[in-house]
C-alpha cells in the first residue's frame, strides 16, 4: 500500500513514492510531458502505479500566495481528474506553494551544479510534496 507524489510541470512529472509503510518519500523519476500535444506521461505513470502497487496518488497544487487558483493549478486539477479517471486511484490535491523553491534551494546548498539541479529538482519537489502529506497523515 503505497502512496504517489507527483510535482506536475508544463514539461516534466517528478514522482516519488512512499515506503510501504508511509513514512518516508523518495524521489524514483522525471516523466517528460507535452501539453500542447496531450501527452501527459499518463502510460508511464500507470507502469509505475502497477509496479508500486500504489493505492493513492497525491499532486502538487500550486496555489498562488494569496489563495487564489491560476493556470497551473487549474493544469494540476485537469491532470488529476484525468488520473482519477484513467486509474479509479483516489486523488489527492496537496498545496505545493514553493516546494519547488525550497528543492532548489536545498540544491544549490549541497553544491549540485545548475545541469544537475535540472535533472532532478521535479523528482525532488515531488518527494517534499509526498512528504508533507504523508507528515499530516500521521
Given at each position: 500500500m503505497r502512496i504517489m507524489g507527483l510535482d506536475v510541470g508544463?514539461?516534466?512529472?517528478?514522482?516519488?513514492?512512499?515506503?510501504a509503510l508511509g513514512w518516508t518519500a523518495q524521489g524514483i523519476e522525471t516523466v517528460k510531458i507535452n501539453?500542447?500535444?496531450?501527452d501527459f506521461g499518463i502510460a508511464r505513470l500507470g507502469e509505475l502505479?502497477?509496479?508500486?502497487?500504489?493505492?493513492?496518488i497525491v499532486v502538487g497544487y500550486p496555489k498562488n500566495?494569496?489563495?487564489?487558483i491560476g493556470p497551473r493549478a487549474e493544469a494540476s486539477e485537469r491532470f488529476?481528474?484525468?488520473l482519477e479517471e484513467v486509474y479509479s486511484i483516489p486523488v489527492v490535491l496537496w498545496d505545493e506553494?514553493?516546494?519547488?523553491?525550497?528543492a532548489e534551494k536545498m540544491l544549490i546548498?549541497?553544491?549540485v551544479s545548475r545541469k544537475n539541479r535540472k535533472?532532478?529538482?521535479d523528482k525532488m519537489a515531488a518527494t517534499m510534496i509526498l512528504q508533507g502529506y504523508l507528515d499530516f497523515k500521521k
Open positions: 508544463s514539461k516534466t512529472v517528478g514522482v516519488a513514492i512512499s515506503d501539453e500542447q500535444q496531450e502505479i502497477k509496479q508500486y502497487e500504489v493505492t493513492e500566495m494569496n489563495n487564489s488529476a481528474a484525468l506553494r514553493l516546494t519547488t523553491m525550497a546548498s549541497a553544491d535533472k532532478v529538482i
